[in-house]
Structure formats: structure tokens, C-alpha cells
């Protein structure tokens, strides 16, 4: 066995061992497709650790890269690919991923790949030659029109974050198809596979966190993240039709910071960014995330976050005057602090937002089912309506089944 070989092997061990690989079939082709033929110059050991590896940069923006493995294996459970089927991609990128669901549909299947850089798609189809996948279509476009050629798909994926439900993408599935993508909800990336019933509605089959690459081009959006500072010091909003307060204003309240609303529950990073943090987006809309980047990271304002991807994060929502903020000391629960002179009330409110998550047991992305709902639905108390520039999103919290 050579080295490749056995690196792969431990790959695939890993990811069954942690839950994120599931099923024989998926289990099947992350030990046969080479990963490391994808990632030409990366290292055998690079190519196999459970790491997103960069592969093309400019300006210091990672415009593309092969996704972390362990991301790779859960989508691939969520797409819950068969032989004979047809899949469209959005994200070609390195090939990998297009190999892999290539491997699954087998031979009485195709797979067609799109990705909007043309050297992004000459590279992958010289990774796809090499590996033994020859017969995967790749097309250089902006894949915010999918491809429509080739439609209908049993299956519509896309690879890289969204922030709209193209009805380009739904036109294109066939009927009973299911749609996978990563999408910005109230400031949190969800992996949302949304099913296609006969009624014409789709409705989430799953839902996961993830971290993607965002779309380029028409379907882009506006970019929603804002400096506070040249420090390192930012502040996104979770809900683009809800603007952010002015940036100046967030920045002297942060530097002004006053009570403090003990909460009496440790919270983990993904409670902060898609557990709670989720819950108050969704019930709050302007709710926004607060991140601390390089300088702002070692601040000691920024050392009462939680470490979310290489940065210091949490979640705040604004009151006049300043924003409240969810913070935590390492080894000790997690407290509301208010900035600035926002005065009492936002903390209360947030607090008691805060009890009924736990009262809920922690509900986190998984728990969250999405409807794409014809305009004009209602929620019911607890859920939500989230608009997209195409869209209506209704997301409920799934609750246990009555006793
Ligand atoms: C995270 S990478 C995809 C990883 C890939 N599936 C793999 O297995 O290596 C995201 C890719 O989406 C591509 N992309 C961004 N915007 C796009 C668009 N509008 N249409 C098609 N591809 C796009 C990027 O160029 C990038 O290659």
C-alpha cells in the first residue's frame, strides 16, 4: 500500500469515526477518489488532513479551494447521491468533489460542474483526467444561472455560499429533485438540502453548519461586513434588510463597556455563532456578529469571545445608545455586557431570549427546519420568516413530537 493510499484510509477511519461520514456508499468513494491528484502542489499529508486547502488567492481573498474534507463527507450524506442520477454543480473548483459524485452516480449517471474562472476549470479537468474521471462535464460560467442545458437534475449542489435561492437552480431540478446549498441565514452559513415535493414546495430535509467560499458574480449579493476600525475590528449584520448601526457608533461603545447580565451557561463556539447566536438572530433581526481579527484578537476586550475560524466573535444586538453583547472569561459561564449607554432594557430582553433557548435544549442548525414559503405566510410565535432577495424562508425550530 503506498503512503497515499494509507493516508487516505485514515482519512475516511476519521471521518466515520466522528459521524461525518455515514454510509458505505459515501465511505466508498472518499477511499477511492485520490484526493491528492486534486492537489497537485500540496503535500500527500496536506492533501489528507481534515483542512480546506486554498488553491487560488488574489488580492488576499481566497477565491478557491478543495473544502475541508470532513464538510465534503457531510454535504455528501445530505445529497444522498444514486446510480443513474444527474447533478449539476456550482463550485467546480478543484474537481475533487465533482469526482467524487461522479463515483457515486456511477456510469448510468453524469455530472456537470461549473465554475465561473476558466483556469479554475482547465485545472480540474486535467485533476479529473488524471484521477479517472474523464466523462464529468465541466463548463466555465457564472453558475448563479446553473446550467441549463443539461436540465433536469435529480440533484442541484452548490459548493460555494449563497445568500439567495436563484430560482434559476430550482427551475432546473427535476421534479422530486433536491437542492444542497450553503446558505447565509440571519448571518449564519447553513448546508440547507431542500426536497422538491409534488405541491411545488421546498422543504429542508436537513440542515448542518458550514463555512464557504462565497459566490461570485451576478448572484454575489452585497457584500454585508463592515470595518469598525483599521484594528481588526468588525461587525456583520445578520439580516441584510435590517442595517447595522453606523460603524463609528458600535466602535466607541465597544470601547465604553458597563453592567453586566450574568447568564449562567457556558456556551461553546458553535453555540455562539449557530446555536444561540442563531436563536437571537432569528428572533431579533438586528442582531449582528461582532469579529475581532488580527490586532483586535489579542485585545483584551476581544479575549472575553469565543475563537470562531481564526477570529474572537459573538453576537450583539444594538439599543440606542450603544449594543449588548453575549461575552465569556475562559472558565467561567457566559454573561450579557452591555455598551455604551444602552440602558437596561435590551438586556433583559436578550436574557430572557437566552433562557428560552436553553428551556428549548439548545436547539442549533441541525434542529431548524426551512420551508421556502409562498409570500404572504405567517409564523407561528418562536419561528420566522426570513426574506431573501428571491424568496420567503420560513424557519421553524423542529420541536419533539407531542406525548
Ligand atoms: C470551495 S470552492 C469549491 C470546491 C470544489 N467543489 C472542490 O471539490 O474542490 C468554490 C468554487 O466556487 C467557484 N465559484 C464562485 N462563484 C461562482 C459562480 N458564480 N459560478 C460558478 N462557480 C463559482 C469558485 O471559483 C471556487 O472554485
Not at 158 to 165: E, I
Not at 356 to 380: F, I, K, M, N
Request: hydrophobic fraction near 50%; charged fraction near 20%; glycine fraction near 10%.
Amino acid at each position: 500500500m503506498d503512503s497515499a493510499h494509507e493516508a487516505r484510509a485514515r482519512m475516511v477511519d476519521a471521518l466515520r469515526r466522528d459521524g461525518r461520514v455515514r454510509s458505505d456508499a459515501v465511505a466508498r468513494a472518499m477511499g477511492a477518489i485520490p484526493r491528492h491528484v486534486f492537489l497537485p502542489d500540496s503535500t500527500v499529508e496536506t492533501a489528507y488532513a481534515d483542512s480546506a486547502v486554498v488553491t487560488k488567492v488574489v488580492d488576499g481573498v481566497a477565491l478557491s479551494s478543495a473544502s475541508q474534507p470532513s464538510m465534503v463527507a457531510i454535504m455528501l450524506e445530505q445529497l444522498d447521491l444514486h446510480p443513474g442520477q444527474r447533478v449539476l454543480e456550482v463550485g467546480a473548483g478543484t474537481g475533487y468533489n465533482a469526482a467524487l459524485m461522479a463515483r457515486l452516480v456511477g456510469a448510468a449517471g453524469a455530472v456537470t460542474s461549473v465554475d465561473i474562472d476558466e483556469d479554475i476549470v482547465v485545472a480540474a479537468a486535467q485533476h479529473l483526467v488524471a484521477a479517472g474521471y474523464p466523462d464529468v462535464l465541466l463548463v466555465t460560467g457564472d453558475g448563479a444561472l446553473g446550467h441549463p442545458a443539461g436540465a433536469p437534475y435529480d440533484r442541484v449542489v452548490l459548493t460555494v455560499g449563497a445568500a439567495d435561492l436563484r430560482p434559476e437552480w430550482v427551475a432546473q431540478l427535476a421534479a422530486g429533485g433536491r437542492l444542497l446549498l450553503p446558505l447565509r441565514v440571519r448571518g449564519s452559513q447553513l448546508s440547507v438540502a431542500l426536497d422538491l415535493g409534488a405541491d411545488g414546495v421546498l422543504r429542508s430535509a436537513s440542515v448542518r453548519s458550514c463555512a464557504f467560499i462565497r459566490l461570485r458574480g451576478q448572484g454575489a449579493g452585497d457584500e454585508q461586513i463592515v470595518a469598525l476600525d483599521d484594528g481588526g475590528w468588525w461587525a456583520e449584520p445578520a439580516d441584510g434588510g435590517v442595517p447595522l448601526p453606523e460603524a463609528a457608533h458600535i466602535r466607541t461603545a465597544l470601547d465604553r463597556p458597563g453592567a453586566e447580565t450574568p447568564l449562567g451557561v457556558r456556551l461553546s463556539a458553535a453555540d455562539v455563532w449557530d446555536g444561540l447566536g442563531l436563536w437571537l438572530a432569528l428572533a431579533e433581526p438586528s442582531t449582528f456578529r461582532l469579529l475581532a481579527r488580527d490586532a483586535a484578537a489579542g485585545s483584551v476586550v476581544a479575549s472575553e469571545l469565543v475563537e470562531v475560524g481564526g477570529a474572537r466573535a459573538t453576537v450583539a444586538v444594538p439599543g440606542a445608545g450603544g449594543f449588548v453583547a453575549i461575552v465569556q472569561d475562559d472558565g467561567s459561564p457566559a454573561r450579557i455586557r452591555s455598551h455604551g449607554d444602552v440602558g437596561a432594557e435590551p438586556a433583559s430582553r436578550i436574557a430572557a431570549l437566552v433562557d428560552a433557548w436553553v428551556g428549548a435544549e439548545r436547539p442549533h442548525s441541525a434542529d431548524l427546519q426551512l420551508t421556502v414559503a409562498p409570500h404572504g405566510s405567517t409564523a407561528a410565535v418562536g419561528d420566522c420568516l426570513v426574506e431573501l432577495p428571491s424568496a420567503t424562508v420560513l424557519v421553524e425550530h423542529l420541536r419533539p413530537p407531542a406525548a
